[in-house]
């Protein structure tokens, strides 16, 4: 089974940053896409971005411009990088990782970020 593990989430001031590491128990090279969604409180969970196995990224357009994606395959590491954030921003963000071979989605247990108005 493959475990997701989320990490640097955290208290931010309007207009900061945060960087969100999402660390795979396997290669990432198995996975065609790894991403992040968030939920917000009494909202439904939405996709916020993700990035293949080609490097290649898409967003969600309220985060267009102030979020980037990368992955270090060494560390099997995807990492969400959001800067101006922003109060809208709160909620708790979940990586996810689908599997090249297969229709499995794995999940990370969230992590909490908070802007605060």
């Known amino acids: 089974q493959v475990q997701l593990v989320e990490s640097g989430g955290g208290l931010v001031q309007p207009g900061g940053s945060l960087r969100l590491s999402c660390t795979a128990s396997a290669s990432i090279s198995s996975f065609s896409t790894m991403g992040w969604h968030r939920q917000a409180p009494g909202k439904e969970r939405e996709l916020v971005g993700f990035?293949?196995?080609?490097?290649?990224?898409k967003f969600t357009d309220s985060v267009q411009g102030r979020f980037t994606m990368s992955r270090d395959s060494r560390k099997n590491t995807v990492y969400l990088q959001m800067n101006s954030l922003k109060p809208e921003d709160t909620a708790v963000y979940y990586c996810y990782a689908r599997e090249r071979y297969g229709s499995t989605d794995y999940w990370g247990q969230g992590t909490q970020v908070t802007v605060p108005s």
């Open positions: 990035i293949t196995s080609a490097g290649t990224t």
